[in-house]
């Protein structure tokens, strides 16, 4: 009985959903009747579309634009990625400081192929001593290396052998980011700069590099694809942003933030342009001097213990987050290893008051006020626009006072202030400028008095960037209903 009723209502059940399912065959029917080709996306986009848009420009602003000096010898990949991990945040949280350091490096690289225009031709003089130049042996060895030199260069012209070694920007970025490791004879390697590199050529310690710029760049990982991709990513959206303003639509806060990290970028390139990008291994150079007999030759100038490299006394790679204000604060990160196995990425710059600073200056006030156009945005509460408002203030102040601060110090450490005031007034002080410019390194180059101002002005930008930062993505919560209207392009095109 128990299994005919359960037949009963299986046989009743199917007779029911017939109806159902001829209905569904009738319409399949009618769809297959009734087709459609390419069908468009939605008149609109979404929460999802502004996120990827903006997070993966961000990445590529961030990571791809980042130029590092050379690692030192025994660093892994895992070395590598994290301290580029590091850069990539820095460059969020900060990114005008970045750029300031890229602007820096190129006036350096600048002042660099300066000085090495008074070396005549590349030589090495491995047999030098202290008062050999002043020997009349020594000026015919010096002419005879002259000699000798000017006709290997006839000679490898004749065969089409010449190379143009002279140093140039990329030259003077390879140097200065660590690319030359000194090898002297029985003593440690070590990294030295273009200025270091300058002073053992000009004294025959090492021979000049006979590098073209194209060995140089044959150093980089420069990847063309990644640049091509980040410049059409950058470009696409600066596009999107203006259309959208064109057409008076909505821009979220997120996208402005993320417009900031693009003129960054784009700005990071052109200062980065001749920098090699991710050199792993340096170019060494060896000399049959010790360590010892060249800073015995030195003279005085190299008596005082050294801190960073046994070549401090020429550069010794100050001001550095790393190497001076690091170990006030107590942190245990960085190169501990003396000689530094590697030079360190975040040597402030000193650049000086030329066009460089001037360009700098203006560039960072016009991101700080990039922020304000912010200012009447449609915000989820009032409490986060007013915050935001804030913050905009507090990071522009900020980086005014810091450059005010940075400035002057900065004419101290380089004896501007006393050049200045000397022409100013023709006031003959030549006597006291020369003395200040010998002890100018033993100067401290972070005193305490900008400590003391530039430690709350750090914690307040730190504070005002990280809302910054975090608003942009917690404001995507509730965003005004045009934000979703994607640009209509064809208002651009010329109606007949």
């Known amino acids: 009985m128990t299994g005919s ?9 199917l007779l029911a959903l017939c109806p159902l399912v001829k209905a569904a065959d009738g319409r ?24 990827w848009s903006c997070l993966f420009t961000i990445f590529l602003c961030t990571w791809v634009s980042l130029h590092l000096n050379v690692p030192a010898t025994h660093e892994q990949y895992r070395h590598l990625f994290f301290r580029k991990m590091r850069w990539m945040v820095q460059s969020i949280l900060a990114p005008e400081f970045v750029l300031a350091f890229a602007t820096g490096q190129k006036a350096e690289a600048k002042k660099s192929i300066e000085q090495f225009k008074d070396l005549d031709l590349p030589r090495e003089n491995t047999s030098r001593t ?26 490898m012209k004749l065969h089409g052998e010449e190379k143009d070694t002279k140093w140039t920007i990329r030259h003077a970025f390879y140097a200065n980011m660590g690319g030359f490791v000194l090898q002297p004879r029985e003593s440690a390697a070590f990294p030295i700069n273009g200025k270091q590199l300058h002073w053992l050529i000009k004294r025959g310690y090492v021979a000049y590099p006979k590098m073209t710029a194209k060995d140089v760049w044959d150093k980089s990982k420069a990847d063309g694809f990644q640049k091509s991709l980040t410049c059409l990513q950058t470009g696409w959206f600066i596009i999107q ?52 007999e060249i800073l015995i ?70 991101y700080c006020g990039l922020h304000f156009v912010a200012w009447d945005f449609s915000f989820p509460t009032p409490l986060e626009r007013d915050l935001w408002r804030a913050a905009s203030i507090a990071i522009a102040a900020c980086a005014f006072i810091f450059w005010v601060c940075e400035t002057y110090q900065d004419g101290h450490r380089l004896g501007r202030w006393e050049r200045w005031y000397a022409k100013l007034f023709h006031d003959d002080r030549n006597g006291r400028i020369n003395t200040m410019e010998k002890n100018r390194r033993n100067r401290r180059f972070i005193p305490v008095w ?47």
């Open 450 to 496: 900008e400590v003391i101002v530039m430690t709350p002005v750090t914690v307040v930008y730190t504070v005002a960037r990280t809302y910054i930062v975090v608003e942009a993505f917690l404001s995507q919560r509730s965003l005004p209903v045009g934000a979703f209207t994607t640009v209509q392009w064809s208002e651009f095109v010329p109606h007949f």
């Open 241 to 292: 942003i203006v259309g959208r303003a064109i057409q008076k639509l909505p821009i979220t806060t997120l996208e402005l933030t993320t417009l900031s990290f693009v003129l960054c970028t784009l700005v990071m390139f052109s200062q980065w342009a001749n920098k090699p990008l991710d050199v792993e291994s340096p170019t060494v150079l060896t000399s049959s001097k010790s360590i010892a």
């Open 28 to 51: 399949n029917d009618t769809s297959e009747r009734h087709r459609d080709g390419w069908v468009s996306q939605p008149d609109g986009r979404g929460t999802f579309d502004i996120l």
């Open 5 to 13: 009723a359960n037949g009963l209502h299986l046989g009743l059940s």
């Open 297 to 366: 030759e030195a003279g005085p100038a190299a008596s005082q213990p050294f801190k960073q490299t046994p070549l401090d006394f020429i550069d010794n790679q100050s001001p550095s987050w790393l190497t001076e204000v690091q170990p006030h604060l107590r942190f245990r990160t960085g190169p501990r290893t003396r000689p530094l196995p590697r030079l360190t990425n975040d040597r402030f710059p000193v650049i000086g008051a030329g066009p460089d600073a001037v360009f700098l200056f203006l560039f960072t006030m016009a």
């Open 130 to 155: 202290v008062d050999s130049a002043l020997s009349r042996r020594s000026r015919l060895q010096d002419v005879g290396r002259r000699v000798s030199t000017l006709y290997q260069k006839v000679d």
